[in-house]
Each structure stands twice: as C-alpha cells, then as structure tokens.
C-alpha cells in the first residue's frame, strides 16, 4: 500500500450520477488483484475521512487505472467536478481482492454484479479471461436510465441483464437469472458485489458450493485495519463477539464467512 497525488487523464459520465474517472501514477504498478480499492482524500479541507472507491479497470502499459462511482453526498460530489489535470491524493491498493487460484483453463464462472456494486467485476472479468475461465455476467440495474457499461461487460463475455423496473431486459431481480442457469450450467466458481440483499440471495442459491465470493462494503475510516470502523461479524461464532475488518481482511469473503 502506497499513497500518492495521483494525476487525473479523464473524467466521463456514464450515466445520471455515474461518473467514470481515469487516474494516472506509480501507484498502478501496485496494482494487480481484482477487488481491490483505492481509498481517497476528498479535496476538501472539512471532509476528512478519505472515501472508498473499487479499481474497475488496470491498464499497466499505460500506466493508468478507472475507478466508476455514483454521487452519493458531500464526497463524491467534490470527485465529479474533478478535470483532467487535477490532482487527486490516492492511498491503495487496499484490501484482498478476489481469489482467483482455484481457478482452471476452461472452467466457468458466474460473475453476479448490482447497480454501483458493477465496476470492480469488470477487471475481475478480464482477469479471468486472461487465465482461459468463460465469465458469464448477470448485471442488476435498478432502471434502464441509470445503466452503465452494458457494452464493455458484452464485449468481454456473455452478459445477461435485469432491471427491477423492468425497463431493460428481465423485469426483476438479478437472482431470478441466477436460478435460471444454474439449471443448465455448473460453474467452478461465482463472484459477486452489490447490495447485501444481492449478497444474500447469491449466498442463499450457492448454499453447498464451495467457492462463492462476495464483495462487502461498510462504512470505512481508516482503511487500512486500525480504526475497528469497518468490522462486521463473524457466522457460527457462539460467543457473538468475532469480527472481521471489512478494509483489510476483505473486501472480498467467502460465502457463509459473515453475517450480512
Ligand atoms: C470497499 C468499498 C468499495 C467501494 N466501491 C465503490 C465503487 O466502486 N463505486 C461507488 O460509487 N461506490 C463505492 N463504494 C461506496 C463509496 O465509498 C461511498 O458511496 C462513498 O464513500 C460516499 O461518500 P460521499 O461523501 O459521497 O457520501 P456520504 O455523505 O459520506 O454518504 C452519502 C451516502 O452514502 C452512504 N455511504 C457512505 N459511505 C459508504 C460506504 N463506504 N459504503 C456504502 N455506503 C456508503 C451513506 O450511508 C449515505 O447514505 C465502495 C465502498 C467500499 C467500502
Ligand atoms: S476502516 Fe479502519 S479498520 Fe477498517
């Protein structure tokens, strides 16, 4: 983990509060494990907690990383007005990332991705490409409107889509698509980052199978494992009192690891 005023190449929207940022620095060649995330300053002085943001894309010849987030308050909305050629101070990469060493030339794998939960399955999916695994996407938007990165997911691999409004594609839940393919297709593993209710119904379907890696987020402080702000807790602990550090433990925890 490194921290740096990493340079700003470009600032795109993607959608109503979606914005795709590139960044630029030495901390890319850290870089490397899908899931990980970068913790940033806000460029405010009274906003001190540094915000959380997953990596969606490393291009290491370039030099180059993008994160996509969503306008949520305060933070985010000082990261939208950002330009290119601004500078922006970036601690990472943070976390443990997906395990992909399971993982087999030929296998398939179930990658499972809701609204703003999306961005770091896009270089998990091309990480597994690159190891000869077929990723087949199922993406959860709320709307058609607030969709993003439809064509860059398709261009990967197989993408099946579903919006709970039903204004694209299947009207409902991602899981819902889930349990229609799992008839015809076992995967070796299944991947996935959202809402807890994601996380759950993802757990729920994948009861028995052995490699199943969800994604979790929390309200984060430090970052880097010694506020104790990020914890949530441990399953099957009888005491109740075992927890996990989202930040440096996770993100990324097997199913049945913890309670969401
Ligand atoms: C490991 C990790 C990876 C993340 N990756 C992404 C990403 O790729 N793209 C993205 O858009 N967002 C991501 N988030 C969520 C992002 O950190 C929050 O949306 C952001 O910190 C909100 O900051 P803010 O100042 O705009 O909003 P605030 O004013 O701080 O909060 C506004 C709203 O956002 C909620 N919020 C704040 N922090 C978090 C958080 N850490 N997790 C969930 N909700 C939060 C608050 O409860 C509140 O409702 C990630 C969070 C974690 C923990
Ligand atoms: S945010 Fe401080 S321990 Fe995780």
């Not at 901390?27 to 001190?48: C, N, W, Y």
């Not at 490409?129 to 959860?140: A, D, E, N, R, S």
């Amino acid at each position: 983990m490194k921290q740096e005023m990493m340079k700003i190449v470009s600032q795109k929207q993607l959608a109503p509060r979606i914005f795709e940022l590139t960044l630029t620095g030495e901390l890319v060649k850290e870089m490397g494990t899908p899931g990980q995330f970068i913790h940033i300053r806000v460029p405010r002085a009274d906003l001190l907690l540094r915000r959380p943001i997953s990596i969606n894309h490393i291009d290491a010849e370039k030099q180059t990383c993008r994160i996509i987030y969503r306008v949520e308050g305060e933070g985010t909305k000082e990261f939208s007005q950002l330009q290119s050629g601004d500078l922006l101070d970036v601690m990472g990469p943070l976390g443990n990332g997906f395990d992909l060493t399971g993982l087999n030339k030929g296998d398939i794998a179930f990658i499972v991705g809701g609204g703003i939960g999306i961005p770091p399955l896009y270089e998990l999916s091309k990480q597994l490409l690159k190891k000869g695994v077929t990723p087949i996407h199922f993406l959860g938007y709320a709307s058609k409107e607030v969709m993003y990165y439809q064509e860059e997911f398709e261009g990967l691999a197989e993408t099946r889509f579903a919006t709970d409004d039903g204004s694209f594609a299947h009207h409902g839940h991602v899981g819902h698509l889930l349990e229609e393919a799992v008839q015809t297709i076992p995967p070796a593993a299944v991947f996935a980052c959202g809402a807890n209710g994601m996380l759950k119904a993802v757990e729920s379907q994948f009861k028995e199978h052995p490699n199943v890696q969800l994604s979790l987020e929390s309200r984060m402080a430090c970052g880097m494992g010694a506020c104790y702000a990020c914890v949530c807790h441990v399953k099957d602990d009888e005491t109740g009192n075992k927890s996990v550090k989202v930040c440096d433990e996770g993100p990324i925890f097997k199913a049945g690891e913890v309670v969401l």
